[in-house]
């Protein structure tokens, strides 16, 4: 199957080819993700060396490992000695790579890298020797770096300020699939479903290649939620431990940060985090929040007009978010379908499309036609009291042209009326909004729907732009 999407990535990885030395290329991200299927498939044919780290075993088993693997690619009639250290591991891959014809790019590609890393292993000062000493001289050697382990690839390779951050030429965060990307890989297997349908499927489980590859085609997105989650053998009932277990070493702060997280639509300071899930103050909740952030499971959105230490932190990763809401701890649910009647989903799914839309800002830009005007996304909460009613405003798109785009998105299964008591609510919420930010710019209210609004009266005097769900695919 040709590889959906990633045209970015593509396009960076096939450009190495063409360069006059060689490189280093970490490319990270969640489990699930796509990394190793991403770089097999740009690379076919140029990978001369392919070996992935084991799980949770021991330097010596490590090494066999590696070994093993490079004697299939170096059939020689006299077999190699099993190494002892990894020096004398890339010793051996050395040795092998030397004897290749010269001319075309070669692509060393080593997965899981974070797996091959034990406990005294000397596995990173080998494998930089290896970089420094040996590929730096040709010009030749694509090495490639690939894992799931964000926190090992973060801490080792992106922020260190020693190890192989120096060394690294190129770094890949491969993130989830937007919704156009979905429905295209949705329909190379020959699943057709409405853009409401698809929407839904991704409220519910995001943009993971993995989680949507055996989706049947003929299916309703509630037989396919309940094959994914409920049914006997489902794919994803017993993924979410393994999630953050394969993504962090220590992973139990980062599930509690979550799931205090998915209980607050509004998301949560760094204050009100630490009382929610008792982590002290320090390094500690620092590197979970970086870590969360750096994995595009958690956003930190800024109040409008506020200082950046107001900033709220918003889980946006939909199946956290899912899972805490409807599988965690839940007895006695075994179907979609008893899932959608109840009152929690319509709170849950009003969240989910605010936060899916935080992550197509590009798109209702285009939509919009300011995809070239710099802006910033930001949501805003004035408490009311007994002098002046409060307001919320889940998303605002502050304009550098002087406008500002206040947003009222509206996931309903029919088009969405205006009335007049909404009107006055909306005229109501601008007041109160030009009062506080005292903002000069120009203010407009922009509705997003799923099926767009019914034109009324109300709605022509109040409503500046009117998008559809169809601008998100774009």
């Not at 943009?207 to 989706?215: C, E, H, L, N, T």
Request: hydrophobic residues 40%; proline residues 2%.
């Amino acid at each position: 199957m040709k590889l959906i999407g990633r045209l970015e990535e593509s396009a960076l990885l096939k450009s190495l080819l063409h360069k006059n030395e060689s490189e280093f290329v970490a490319v990270y991200g969640r489990r699930r993700i796509g990394k190793t299927y991403l770089v097999r498939q740009v690379y076919e044919g140029r990978i001369v060396f392919e070996c992935s780290g084991l799980h949770q075993k021991d330097k010596e088993q490590q090494l066999e490992n590696f070994w093993l693997t490079l004697a299939e690619y170096n059939q020689e009639e006299k077999p190699m000695l099993p190494p002892k250290s990894w020096l004398q591991a890339f010793a051996q891959l050395r040795g092998y790579l030397t004897k290749l014809p010269l001319g075309d790019k070669k692509v060393v590609f080593l997965d899981e890298i974070s797996w091959f890393d034990t406990p005294r292993a000397g596995f990173l000062a080998a494998l930089d020797n290896f970089w420094n000493q040996f590929c730096t001289k040709r010009d030749d050697i694509i090495l490639v770096i690939c894992g799931s382990a964000a926190s090992w690839i973060i801490q080792k390779v992106v922020n260190d300020r020693g190890g192989l951050h120096n060394r690294i030429t190129q770094h890949i965060q491969l993130m989830p699939f937007k919704l156009g990307e979905m429905k295209s890989f949705l329909e190379a297997r020959n699943v057709h479903l409405s853009l409401k349908d698809i929407t839904q499927l991704y409220m519910c489980v995001g943009g993971i290649p993995f989680y949507i590859k055996d989706v049947e085609a003929g299916k309703s997105v509630a037989q396919i939620l309940d094959s994914l989650f409920f049914g006997n053998g489902a794919k994803l009932k017993n993924e979410f431990p393994n999630l953050y277990a394969a993504l962090f070493k220590n992973n139990q702060g980062h599930e509690t940060v979550v799931q205090a997280l998915a209980q607050k639509n509004k998301g949560l300071t760094r204050n009100e985090i630490i009382r929610a899930t008792g982590i002290s103050s320090g390094g500690g909740l620092t590197l979970i929040l970086e870590e969360l952030l750096q994995c595009g499971f958690i956003r930190r959105i800024y109040p409008f007009s506020k200082v950046s230490e107001d900033g709220l932190y918003r889980l946006v990763d939909e199946f956290s978010l899912f899972y805490f809401r409807f599988l965690h701890n839940q007895k006695g649910t075994n179907s979609w379908l008893q899932i959608a009647v109840t009152p929690a989903f319509k709170n849950w799914s009003g969240y989910a499309f605010e936060s899916l839309c935080f992550k197509h800002v590009y798109q209702i830009k285009k939509a919009l036609g300011i995809h070239g005007v710099i802006s910033n996304e930001y949501s805003w909460y004035q408490k009311g009291n007994s002098v002046s009613p409060g307001a919320q405003i889940d998303f605002i798109l502050d304009r550098s042209d002087n406008c500002i785009n206040l947003f009222e998105l509206k996931f309903h299964d029919a088009e969405f009326e205006v009335t007049k008591e909404y009107a006055s609510q909306l005229r109501e919420k601008i007041e109160i909004f030009k009062h506080h930010t005292r903002t000069k710019k120009n203010v407009f209210i922009t509705l997003l729907t799923v099926f767009g609004m019914k034109r009324n009266e109300h709605a022509l005097s109040m409503i500046t732009q009117d998008l559809i769900l169809d601008v998100l695919f774009d």
